[in-house]
């Protein structure tokens, strides 16, 4: 079933250094259209690098990533946002004296079409009724899971063919997360692939397509997500249960 769809983005051999320490030892993942696909793994695994290098905030060292058999491996992060894809980082990083709605405008700033960026409002204010309840609300005012759905809608905003989300879940209550994993799923569901870096494996495999287990920067492990959630190996590591 996976064959039959189109890549996406694809990413062969990607090598990234820190000075001497090497954060990704030559991966490759796929991401195929209209799925979602998580990227599993503790601390220090390689996640959050592989969604930084993706961006283009940083450098790899070899390999190359693909966007629709397009290079953009090393292209500035502006050039890659607008070839379409935008990233949700990890820690939220709203613009915190910044209103809801400034937030969400600054989005959209590789946009030119007003009437596509009225479009995203109204599409980013269905899947968060509270950010319309709160768009001239300082950001710094929110409680967390309101800005981490700020996160989320400001990177909606540029009409990305990719959206790229680094621990959605970080310091949320459960409901609150469950309620960003729905989002996320009906995100996909109309139309926009989705890369997920989670820490929190149960609720990511329950929602996501494909995963790839990442170890010390290399892939240990990768399938379907509802064979994933039934693996011994994965349970163990991640599940914290046999």
Do not use: C, W
């Not at 995203?120 to 300082?138: C, D, G, I, S, T």
């Not at 990305?160 to 997360?177: F, H, R, T, Y």
């Amino acid at each position: 079933m996976r064959n039959n769809k189109k890549t996406a983005l694809s990413i062969r051999g990607l090598v990234v250094r820190y000075g001497a320490i090497e954060a990704l030892k030559g991966i490759d993942i796929e991401v195929k259209e209209g799925e979602i696909v998580a990227l599993l793994g503790a601390n220090g695994a390689g996640k959050t690098s592989t969604l930084r290098t993706i961006s283009g905030l940083v450098e790899p060292a070899a390999g190359s990533i693909k966007l629709y058999d397009k290079d953009i491996a090393g292209l500035d992060a502006e050039k890659i946002t607008a070839a379409g894809i935008s990233q949700s980082p990890e820690g939220r990083a709203v613009f915190r004296d910044f209103t809801v709605e400034e937030n969400l405008k600054i989005g959209a700033f590789t946009l030119s079409d007003k009437m596509q960026i009225e479009k995203n409002f109204e599409r980013v204010y269905k899947y968060f009724p509270v950010l319309k309840q709160r768009k001239q609300q300082v950001a710094s005012t929110l409680s967390g899971g309101e800005q981490q759905m700020l996160a989320i809608a400001r990177a909606l905003m540029g009409s990305p063919k990719i959206l790229l989300l680094d621990e959605p879940s970080l310091g949320l209550a459960p409901l609150i997360v469950q309620d960003i994993m729905n989002i996320v799923k009906e995100i996909k569901e109309e139309g926009t692939t989705v890369v997920i870096v989670e820490q929190n494996a149960a609720q990511t495999l329950k929602i996501a397509d494909y995963a790839y287990l990442l170890e010390l920067g290399q892939v240990n492990l990768h399938g379907n997500a509802n064979d994933l959630r039934n693996d011994p190996k994965l349970i163990e590591a991640y599940l914290g249960a046999h």
